[in-house]
Nanobody
């Protein structure tokens, strides 16, 4: 059974930094793209960043480009999101996602439960 467990959220002042972690278990993720999404109150869930597990190539939303960095540790089966220069508009629940890039099947697409990030002004 696939499990994605996020951690590292919290309260930080504007301009500060946080590092989120997503511990993945339950299968080999070499065919997967791992991503972070976020959802602010009253808004739809939006894409933040993604990384292909095997190739390591990355993709970022324009709103976080240059401030956030996604990475993975193959030995620990963990994906990270380093968030620097945080802004109040980054406040949201951050979710980890795993998508099988070979099958693109909805049944092979997984979500964590989320971790709250709050940035005070």
């Amino acid at each position: 059974q696939v499990q994605l467990v996020e951690s590292g959220g919290g309260l930080v002042q504007a301009g500060g930094s946080l590092r989120l972690s997503c511990a993945a278990s339950g299968r080999t993720f070499s065919n997967y793209a791992m991503a972070w999404f976020r959802q602010a109150p009253g808004k739809e869930r939006e894409f933040v960043a993604a990384i292909k597990w095997s190739a390591g190539s990355t993709l970022y939303a324009d709103s976080v480009k240059g401030r956030f960095t996604i990475s993975r540790d193959n030995a620990k089966n963990t994906v990270y999101l380093q968030m620097d220069s945080l802004k109040p508009e980054d406040t949201a629940v951050y979710y980890c996602n795993a998508e099988n890039r070979l099958t693109l099947s909805p049944s092979d697409n997984y979500w964590g439960h989320g971790t709250q990030v709050t940035v005070s002004s």
